[in-house]
């Protein structure tokens, strides 16, 4: 099981949604700890970075090893 860790932009976007796409963007977010959802590694430029679609939303994410504990990180 991984932490998710998300940036203080990403939760502003989120917050300023109406109640059910913020609800969808929420649940999806903490599904990632279990590595559920529609996602897709990136290419190119972004190798290393994930996306989380969700609905008409996309989240940017990368997965981080730090001291032994797994980080998923949304950008």
Do not use: N, T, W
């Amino acid at each position: 099981m991984a932490r998710v860790e998300i940036a203080e932009q990403v939760v502003d976007f989120v917050r300023g949604l109406a109640p059910d796409p913020r609800r969808q963007l929420r649940l999806a977010m903490r599904g990632l700890e279990q590595d559920r959802g529609d996602i897709k590694a990136l290419v190119g430029d972004l190798v290393g970075y994930h996306r989380l679609r969700v609905s008409d939303y996309r989240v940017i994410f990368r997965r981080l090893v730090l001291r032994g504990e797994k980080i998923i990180r949304c950008d």
